[in-house]
């Protein structure tokens, strides 16, 4: 059987970003199931499956627009120190949640720490970034 829209699988894969570091990876003694066509997964990675086989290995690439999409310079923002919560003492590179205006719950990173405020990235980490992907289709089946 092949992967199709809908097939339920268990794959084994290794992630790595554009400089080899590794992202992600699953072991194949404990491969994870997913559903395709549920959004579990990057556009491109899903799309990539599409016709394996249980005991097929792939590897590609997914392209930054099919993975987590190009870097947007305008989510890196300045953000009044007196917006975050005072006990919190921001540092660079730190990771910080916050909301947006609409009440979503969004990570930032830190980009610069400055007096009065801090410029944040709101862009995800891997924006920008194609991805290198070896798969091993484990099993595939239809959904139940």
């Given at each position: 059987m092949r992967i199709t829209k809908n097939s339920v699988i268990k794959i084994g894969y290794v992630m790595h970003d554009a400089q080899g570091t590794?992202?992600?990876?699953?072991?194949?003694?404990?491969?994870?199931?997913?559903?395709?066509?549920?959004?579990?997964?990057v556009p491109g990675f899903e799309r990539a499956l599409m016709g394996l086989r249980?005991?097929?290995r792939k590897t590609f690439t997914v392209q930054?627009?099919?993975?987590?999409?190009?870097?947007?310079?305008d989510l890196v923002k300045r953000i009044a120190r007196s917006a975050l919560p005072i006990q919190v003492e921001v540092r660079k590179e730190m990771r910080f949640p916050m909301r947006s205006p609409e009440g979503v719950?969004?990570?930032?990173?830190?980009?610069?720490?400055?007096?009065?405020?801090?410029?944040?990235?709101?862009?995800?980490?891997l924006a920008g970034q194609p991805l290198q992907c070896v798969v091993d289709v484990v099993e595939v089946k239809n959904p139940t």
């Open positions: 590794l992202v992600d990876e699953t072991s194949m003694n404990d491969p994870i199931e997913l559903y395709c066509g549920a959004g579990q997964l249980a005991g097929d930054a627009q099919d993975a987590y999409g190009e870097r947007n310079e719950e969004l990570v930032c990173r830190i980009v610069e720490v400055l007096p009065d405020a801090v410029i944040a990235d709101f862009n995800h980490p």
